[in-house]
C-alpha cells in the first residue's frame, strides 16, 4: 500500500458556454439553460470528486460591428440562484459563482454569497471579476465605467468589505452593528445573516494581470488564470506564490488553477484526429471571417474563409471592435498571421484555427493524466479548472477515464474528506472575531 | 361584480429565521401536498434572514409543482440583476417562479448600501413599477424562438429576434437584452402588495396577483372591484388578475378563541387581517367570502409555519377539497397555469407582426 505523498491536485468544472469553445453543431449538445444541464454536469463532477463547480457570468450580450453576435452560444441563468438549485441535487461539490464587483453592493451581494454558503452546508465560492467598459454600464444604474485602477481598488474594498460583513456575528450567533468607511463604500448597520458554515465563502480571482496577480495574493484562495505551457504556469506559479509573504500569507494558502481544455481518444493519435476535428468545428466558416474582422477592424463578409488572407491593412481605428475583444496590436496579429499562411499556405480558416484553437490537454487517458500530474508535481500549476467543450456531457469521458488514473497515482483524491469547499481546497476556515 | 374565478390558495413560509434548507424544503413540499398555488417566503434587508430568492431556488428541485413567490426588493438593487434572478428561479423551477415586489423605506435599510437616502414610498413604489416594467421588457428580449441553431449559416440565435429595451426609468436606464433567454412562462407571476397606499397604482399596473387587506366579504369585494377598476384603466384585462385576500392565521388552540374569526391583529400581522380559530371554521370562512364572489383567493400568513401549515393543509383544506370547493391536483406544471393566466404574448414578436 502506498501512501498519496504526491501533492495533491486540484479539480473544477467549468460549464461551457458564451464562447467558440462550446461546440454547439455537436449533436450531443443540449440546451445551455435547462436546469437538467447544470444538473448533468454537476453531478458527474461530484462523481469525479472534483473540489467544485464553476459558472462565468455575463452582464451584456456580446456585439460585433454593432449588432449582437449571433455565432456562438449566448444566453445563460444568473449565477448565484442557479447555484442554489444546485445544492439541492449536490452533496460535496463546491460551487463557485462569477460575480462583478463594479456593478454590485456589498452588502447585497455579501449577504446572497453567505446565503449560499448556508444552502449549500459550506460550499460556496465566489469568483470576482471586475469590468471596465461603459458598454456594460449601459445596464445597471450606475453607467459609466471606472478606469483600471479604480475597478481594481474598488474591488480590493469591495472584498474587504464582504469580509467584514461575514465577520460581523459572534461565534454565539449575535449579531453586531458595523460600520465600514472608505473610498468606494461608507456603510453602516447590522448582517442580516450569521457566520456561515465557512466562515468567508472562497474568494477566487480571475485574470492575471500585475494589478490581478496582486489583488489574489492579498485577498484571493485561488487564482483562475490561463497558462498552456509548463514553463508560463511555472514562471507564473512562482511570481504569483512570491507575492504571498508580504501580506502574511503562506504559499499554500492560494491555490492556482488555470481554465484549461482537453482531448481524449484510445489513443494518442485517435485524440489527435478528435482535437483537429473539434477546432474546425468550433472554427465555422463564419467564425474564421469574424475573428479575421477582429483583427483586420474591416467588414471582411465578401472574403471566402477558404481563400487567401486579404491583402488590404488591417484599420485599427475603424470602431468595429467593441466589448471584450482584446487582440493585442494589429498590424503586428495580421503580420504574424500572413508569414504564418504564406509559410504553410493555409487558408483564412486554416490560419485562424492554427492561431486560435488551441487545446491544452491532447491524448489518451493515460497521456493526458501523465501531463496534468507533472504540471501539478512541477509547480505549474495546483490544479485546473477544465472547460469541456459539450454541454452537458462533456466532462463524462473525463471522469470515467482520467480521474481513475489520477486516483490510483495517488494524485487525486478518491473520496471527499470533509465536507466544506474550503477543506476540499485545503484551505483553513477564517479566523472569525470574537 | 364580476365572477370570481376558481379557489386559489397560497401561504407564507416565512416566520422566525432558519439557517439551513430543510426547514423551508418541508414546509414547501407541506403546501405542495396541500395543492396550494404558492408559497411565499418574506425578505428584507433589514431583519436577520437569508436571501428569500436563493431559499426558493435551493428548494425548486426539492419541489414539483408548487409555485415558488420570494419577496425580492427593488430599492437599492439594480433593475437588471433582479429580473436575471427572478427569470433564472423560473428555469431552475421549470415554470413555478414569482417575485413579489417590495421597497425599502428605512434609513437604516439606506445605510447598509450608502448609495442614496431614505424616500417617500410613493416615489419608491413608481421606481419598483418601473422595475417590473423593465423586468417583463427584458423577460421578452428574447423571442421564444431566439435560439435556432442554424449550422447552414453558422449561427447559434437568431439576432432579429433579440432586442433591445431602451428603457429609461426616473432613476434607471436599462440597455438590454437580457442575458437570460424568455423564462419558460414568458413572465414570472409578479405579485404585489396592493391595497390603498402606495403599492396601489403599481399593483394595478404590473401585477398578476394583488394581495389586499379585508375584514369582511363586502369590503373585499369592493377593493377588488376597484383592483380590477384600476387595472382596466391602464388598458388590461381585470381577467388577469388574481386578487388574494391576505389574512395572518392562528390555527394554534381552537379553545382559546370564544368566537373564530377576525380581529384587528397585532402589530406583527403587518401581511393583512387576522384570524384566530380552527381550521374549519378557516375553511367556513374561505368558502363564504369565496361563494359571494369576493375574491379569487387567499393568501395565508401562518403565525407558527410548522403549526398551522400543517392544520391548513391537513384540515382546512382537505375540507374544502371535500366540498369540491378546490383542487386535489394540479392540472398543470406552470404558477401560471394554477393561477388560470395565460402564458403571456411576447409585445416584441407582436410588434413585428410574428405573434
Known amino acids: 500500500m502506498t501512501a498519496p505523498t504526491r501533492k495533491q491536485m486540484h479539480l473544477a468544472a467549468h460549464f461551457p458556454g458564451v464562447n467558440n469553445t462550446t461546440v454547439w453543431t455537436d449533436p450531443r449538445s443540449k440546451s445551455q439553460i435547462d436546469f437538467s444541464s447544470f444538473e448533468h454536469l454537476a453531478r458527474t463532477a461530484e462523481r469525479g470528486r472534483f473540489d467544485f463547480f464553476f459558472l462565468a457570468e455575463g452582464l451584456r450580450l456580446r456585439e460585433h460591428n454593432g449588432r449582437i453576435h449571433d455565432l456562438d452560444v449566448v444566453g445563460r441563468p444568473e449565477s448565484l440562484t442557479v447555484l442554489s438549485a444546485l445544492a439541492a441535487v449536490t452533496d460535496r461539490l463546491g460551487l463557485a459563482a462569477t460575480v462583478n464587483a463594479t456593478f454590485n453592493e456589498p452588502y447585497e451581494l455579501a449577504r446572497r454569497l453567505a446565503t449560499l454558503d448556508h444552502l449549500s452546508d459550506g460550499r460556496a465560492a465566489w469568483n470576482v471579476v471586475t469590468s471596465s467598459d461603459a458598454f456594460t454600464g449601459e445596464n445597471f444604474r450606475r453607467g459609466g465605467y471606472l478606469d483600471r485602477a479604480d475597478r481594481y481598488t474598488r474591488a480590493a474594498e469591495f472584498v474587504a468589505t464582504a469580509r467584514e460583513l461575514w465577520d460581523t456575528w459572534t461565534p454565539d450567533g449575535t449579531p453586531r452593528p458595523f460600520r465600514h468607511q472608505g473610498r468606494h463604500f461608507t456603510i453602516e448597520g447590522e448582517f442580516t445573516v450569521p457566520r456561515s458554515p465557512q466562515g468567508h465563502p472562497v474568494v477566487i480571482q480571475a485574470g492575471d494581470s500585475p494589478e490581478g496577480r496582486e489583488f489574489a495574493a492579498s485577498a484571493a484562495d485561488v487564482i483562475f488564470t490561463r497558462h498552456g505551457t509548463l514553463e508560463a504556469g511555472r514562471t507564473f506559479y512562482s511570481d504569483v506564490k512570491a507575492r504571498l509573504a508580504k501580506y502574511g500569507r503562506q504559499p499554500d494558502d492560494l491555490k492556482i488553477m488555470p481554465g484549461v481544455t482537453f482531448v481524449l481518444g484510445d489513443s494518442d493519435a485517435e485524440a489527435q484526429e478528435r482535437a483537429a476535428e473539434i477546432r474546425r468545428q468550433q472554427i465555422s466558416p463564419q467564425n474564421a471571417i469574424l475573428a479575421l474582422e477582429q483583427v483586420w477592424g474591416r467588414d471582411l463578409s465578401s472574403y471566402d474563409p477558404d481563400g487567401p488572407l486579404p491583402e488590404i491593412d488591417p484599420d485599427p481605428d475603424s470602431g468595429l471592435v467593441q466589448g471584450r475583444v482584446r487582440i493585442g496590436d494589429p498590424l503586428a496579429v495580421a503580420a504574424r498571421w500572413r508569414a504564418l499562411s504564406e509559410a504553410k499556405g493555409l487558408s483564412i480558416r486554416q490560419t485562424v484555427i492554427e492561431t486560435t484553437g488551441r487545446q491544452s490537454f491532447i491524448g489518451s487517458p493515460e497521456t493526458v493524466a501523465s501531463e496534468l500530474v507533472e504540471f501539478v508535481s512541477t509547480d505549474a500549476a495546483d490544479g485546473f479548472i477544465l472547460v469541456p467543450h459539450l454541454t452537458p456531457g462533456g466532462l463524462d469521458d473525463f471522469v470515467d477515464r482520467v480521474v481513475p488514473l489520477l486516483q490510483e497515482r495517488g494524485a487525486f483524491r478518491s473520496e471527499y474528506t470533509g465536507l466544506t469547499l474550503r477543506s476540499h481546497l485545503g484551505l483553513a476556515d477564517p479566523v472569525g472575531k470574537d | ?355
Not at chain 2, 108 to 128: K, N, T
Not at chain 2, 233 to 261: I, K, M, N, Q
Open chain 2, 1 to 355: 361584480m364580476s365572477a370570481t374565478t376558481a379557489l386559489h390558495l397560497a401561504a407564507e413560509i416565512g416566520g422566525p429565521p432558519h439557517y439551513d434548507a430543510r426547514h423551508y424544503v418541508e414546509l414547501a413540499r407541506l403546501a405542495e401536498r396541500g395543492t396550494l398555488d404558492f408559497v411565499t417566503l418574506g425578505d428584507s434587508f433589514a431583519r436577520p434572514g437569508l436571501d428569500a430568492l436563493a431559499v426558493l431556488s435551493r428548494v425548486a428541485p426539492a419541489t414539483r409543482r408548487i409555485g415558488l413567490v420570494p419577496t425580492v426588493t427593488t430599492t437599492h438593487t439594480e433593475p437588471f440583476h433582479v429580473s436575471s434572478a427572478v427569470a433564472t428561479l423560473d428555469w431552475v423551477s421549470r415554470g413555478r417562479a414569482g417575485w413579489s415586489a417590495e421597497v425599502s423605506t428605512t434609513e437604516a435599510e439606506a445605510r447598509l448600501f450608502g448609495r442614496r437616502s431614505a424616500a417617500p414610498a410613493a416615489e419608491l413604489w413608481r421606481e419598483a413599477g418601473e422595475t417590473a416594467d423593465v423586468g417583463a421588457r427584458l423577460w421578452d428580449s428574447w423571442e421564444d424562438d431566439a435560439e435556432i441553431r442554424d449550422v447552414a449559416t453558422g449561427r447559434f440565435v437568431d439576432r432579429d429576434k433579440l432586442h433591445y429595451v431602451d428603457f429609461e426609468g426616473a432613476t434607471f436606464t436599462v440597455r438590454g437584452p437580457a442575458i437570460v433567454p424568455r423564462p419558460p412562462q414568458g413572465h414570472p407571476v409578479t405579485v404585489i402588495d396592493g391595497t390603498g397606499g402606495p403599492g396601489q397604482e403599481a399593483a394595478a399596473r404590473h401585477a398578476d396577483v394583488v394581495l389586499v387587506r379585508a375584514t369582511g366579504p363586502e369590503q373585499a369585494a369592493g377593493i377588488r372591484a376597484d383592483v380590477r377598476h384600476r387595472a382596466a384603466a391602464y388598458g388590461r384585462d381585470p381577467d388577469t388578475l388574481r386578487v388574494l385576500v391576505a389574512l395572518t392565521v392562528d390555527l394554534g388552540d381552537a379553545e382559546t378563541a370564544p368566537e373564530p374569526g377576525l380581529e384587528s391583529g397585532p402589530p406583527l400581522a403587518a401581511g393583512g387581517s387576522y384570524y384566530r380559530g380552527g381550521p374549519v371554521d378557516l375553511a367556513e370562512l374561505i368558502a363564504q367570502w369565496h361563494r359571494a364572489g369576493a375574491v379569487d383567493g387567499f393568501h395565508l400568513t401562518p403565525i407558527t409555519p410548522e403549526r398551522d401549515l400543517e392544520r391548513i393543509v391537513n384540515g382546512t383544506v382537505a375540507l374544502l377539497q371535500h366540498r369540491s370547493l378546490f383542487r386535489t391536483f394540479y392540472p398543470g406544471g406552470t404558477l401560471r397555469e394554477h393561477l388560470g393566466l395565460a402564458r403571456p404574448a411576447n409585445r416584441y414578436a407582436l410588434a413585428e407582426g410574428r405573434a
